[in-house]
């Protein structure tokens, strides 16, 4: 009778602790992401919503001329996320198989390196904008086959990601960058994104085997550390990560002040901002720096899924533990922001409620809608924070 006794208050004790946890939940989502934080955190939910936004990338994404058929166009904010992130999920969720969604952007993409000279470009309004797209596809296609092969285990490049790479040298510019697209959006189409594109080359090559001691890797090594001081920590941040692919790319001195300069910017939650990660200057060459829309500057102030993300899976990557006094709080900040959360797709399209992690533009106010808020596109950074998020989540799990 004292055990029953017992037992019943142990239960009427946990209730009341899950519901103060639940009404006194703070972050967005709130008490309906404290069972997510509970326990740590949901790898099917943040799989669920991967697969969904990658299904909505193919359902809405601009169609390109391809062969005889038309493919999606490749983004850096949802498909090279994706295909970075899921094949780790799998992993931790102990599936073997691609997923769909895997399987048609490594099929697109495939098609897409096998019809090189005949191809629709992704965009052909003019020569400038031409040989920004040669440059930006050429890496972003040999990140999405180079991250297949490796998610299968291949010990050599398929013969995809072979033509892949001869591709990503035959557009590789003498200063050992790549021509990007710039439309003035940060972080991923601006001047500084050559950077950027640069850093992504680095992930790419260092997944395939053997190109790591290319002559073209060895310009793209001299252009990624000849070029880092002026960069944004949003730019340096990547480096850091392109340089636990391809070696060579960062010295030991450059990684500890990078580490002290995560340890200076980090908020007091334990994780980052993506808006503190600039300077940003939306292609300008002179101040006023500014976006074309508006910003939600408290929004943006708020440690984000991107931000925090990035820098532990870049850390993690290079080496640093799980238990190191700047990765900890921001394992702990992303363990703890999992949150649901549901958006109106279309009017044709009813509510979907998703687990997963967030970040905002830095170009429009897309959360509070206006021209540039539609439902989809308000999530485009929110893809990027979930998909890193994973990826450091997964990866200090691995050590």
């Known amino acids: ?88 999920l799998r992993r931790s969720l102990h599936v073997a198989a691609p997923t769909a969604q895997e399987a ?13 000279s005949t191809h629709e470009l992704l965009y052909e309004i003019n020569d400038v904008k031409k ?56 972080p991923y189409e601006t001047v500084d994104a050559v950077y950027h594109g640069a850093t992504l080359a680095a992930l790419g090559v260092g997944m395939v085997p053997g190109a790591a001691t290319s002559a073209g890797a060895g310009k793209l090594r001299a252009y990624l550390r000849d070029h880092y001081a002026a960069q944004s920590l949003y730019n340096r941040t990547f480096a850091l990560l ?38 940003w200057r939306w292609s300008a060459d002179e101040p006023p720096f500014k976006p074309s829309g508006t910003l939600d500057a408290a929004l943006l102030a708020q440690s984000d899924g991107f931000g925090t993300g990035l820098v532990v899976y870049a850390l993690l990557r290079n080496g640093f533990a799980a238990d190191h006094p700047v990765v900890s709080p921001g394992l702990r900040w992303l363990k703890t922001h999992q949150q649901e959360f549901r958006v109106a797709i279309t009017p044709q399209v009813a509510d979907r409620t998703w687990t997963a992690w967030r970040s905002y533009s830095l170009n429009y106010d897309r959360e509070h809608g206006g021209p540039k808020g539609e439902p989809w596109r308000r999530l485009f950074m ?16 691995s050590k």
């Not at 001329?65 to 850096?76: L, M, Q």
């Open 1 to 88: 009778m004292m055990r029953r006794a017992t037992t019943i208050l142990l239960l009427v004790m946990a209730a009341g602790v899950l519901r103060a946890a639940g009404q006194n939940a703070s972050a967005p989502g709130g008490a309906q992401a404290t069972a997510v934080k509970a326990a740590g955190w949901d790898r099917a939910a943040a799989a669920t919503y991967l697969d969904d936004r990658m299904d909505m990338w193919f359902a809405n994404a601009t169609k390109l001329r391809t062969g005889e058929a038309k493919t999606s166009c490749v983004s850096c904010h949802s498909s090279v996320g994706y295909a970075l992130a899921r094949p780790a």
């Open 104 to 116: 048609r952007l490594t099929d697109e993409t495939t098609r897409r390196v096998d019809s090189y």
């Open 131 to 186: 040989v920004e797209s040669r440059g930006t596809e050429a890496v972003l296609n040999l990140v999405v086959l180079a991250s297949a092969d490796a998610g299968a285990g291949r010990r050599e490049p398929g013969s995809a990601t072979q033509k892949a790479l001869t591709r990503l040298w035959e557009t590789q510019r003498a200063d050992g960058a790549w021509d990007w697209l710039n439309f003035k959006l940060e």
């Open 242 to 279: 392109g340089s636990a692919a391809l070696t060579g790319v960062l010295t030991p001195a450059q990684r500890d002040a990078l580490v002290a300069e995560f340890a200076q910017r980090q908020q007091g939650d334990g994780g980052w901002s993506l808006d503190a990660m600039g300077p």
């Open 382 to 397: 929110s893809d990027a924070a979930t998909a890193f998020a994973a990826l450091a989540l997964t990866e200090a799990e």
